[in-house]
C-alpha cells in the first residue's frame, strides 16, 4: 500500500508562485510513475504533471513553461511548483502514484487546494 500526502496549497495573487509537495509512504517499491492532477468545480479531473516509467516529463499543454515537476527520490517526495499563476489555475491539486504489479492499480492523495485571485 502506497500513502501520499499533498502540501503548500493556498492563496496566491495571478503572477505568483506556489510550491506543492507530495511525500510518499509505505510500500513504495515498483512505484512506475508519479504526478499531479487537478479539479476545478464542475470539471473532470486533468493530467497537470507526471513523470513517465522512463523517467520524463509531460506536462498539459495549459502549464507549459510556468509549472516544474522535480522529484527528492532520497525523501520519496514529488515536488510542483507553480510559477506565473493564473486564476484558471484555481482547482484541487491532487498527488498520483501508479503501480503496476500484474494489475494498475492507481494511489491518491488529498489533495491540496490552491486559489489565484486576480
Known amino acids: 500500500q502506497v500513502q501520499l500526502v499533498e502540501s503548500g496549497g493556498g492563496l496566491a495573487q495571478a503572477g505568483g508562485s506556489l510550491r506543492l509537495s507530495c511525500a510518499a509512504s509505505?510500500?513504495?517499491?515498483?512505484?512506475?510513475?508519479m504526478g499531479w492532477y487537478r479539479q476545478a468545480p464542475e470539471k473532470q479531473r486533468e493530467l497537470v504533471a507526471v513523470?513517465?516509467?522512463?523517467?520524463?516529463?509531460n506536462y498539459a499543454d495549459s502549464v507549459k513553461g510556468r509549472f516544474t515537476i522535480s522529484r527528492d527520490n532520497a525523501k520519496n517526495t514529488v515536488y510542483l511548483q507553480l510559477n506565473s499563476l493564473k486564476p484558471e489555475d484555481t482547482a484541487v491539486y491532487y498527488c498520483?502514484?501508479?503501480?503496476?504489479?500484474?494489475?494498475?492499480?492507481?494511489?491518491w492523495g488529498q489533495g491540496t487546494q490552491v486559489t489565484v485571485s486576480s
Open positions: 498520483n502514484a501508479e503501480k503496476f504489479l500484474g494489475v494498475r492499480v492507481d494511489y
Open positions: 509505505g510500500i513504495i517499491f515498483s512505484i512506475n510513475t
Open positions: 513523470f513517465t516509467k522512463g523517467g520524463s516529463t
